[in-house]
């Protein structure tokens, strides 16, 4: 059984940084795209960054470029997500998934991920 699990989110202020775990057990996800999706009371689920396990080819969302920085441990099972300059606007539950494809096609898609950890809160205060 595939189980994804979130850590690391919190209460911190603008401009301070986070780092957020997602440990994924349960399979090999060497075939596998890693998807960070957060999302804000009220407003859909936003894609914020991907990564491929066995290459670590990136992407990521505009809105978090040059900020945020996801990164994998293919030793540990683990993605990363680092989040530096913190802004109010961060503020939202972060997810991890996963989604069966090396593509980059469609990593934006909430609905293209075959598995979801359960989030991890984020607030960021003014």
């Known amino acids: 059984q595939v189980q994804l699990v979130e850590s690391g989110g919190g209460l911190v202020q603008a401009g301070d940084s986070l780092r957020l775990s997602c440990v994924a057990s349960g399979r090999t996800f060497s075939g596998y795209t890693m998807g960070w999706f957060r999302q804000a009371p009220g407003k859909e689920r936003e894609f914020v960054a991907g990564i491929t396990w066995s290459v670590g080819t990136t992407l990521y969302a505009d809105s978090v470029k040059g900020r945020f920085t996801v990164s994998r441990d293919n030793a540990k099972n683990t993605v990363y997500l680092q989040m530096n300059s913190l802004k109010p606007e961060d503020t939202a539950v972060y997810s991890c998934?996963?989604?069966?494809?090396?593509?980059?096609?469609?990593?934006?898609?909430?609905?293209?991920?075959?598995?979801w950890g359960q989030g991890t809160q984020v607030t960021v205060s003014s």
């Open positions: 998934a996963a989604r069966g494809s090396v593509s980059m096609v469609g990593v934006r898609t909430p609905g293209r991920y075959d598995y």
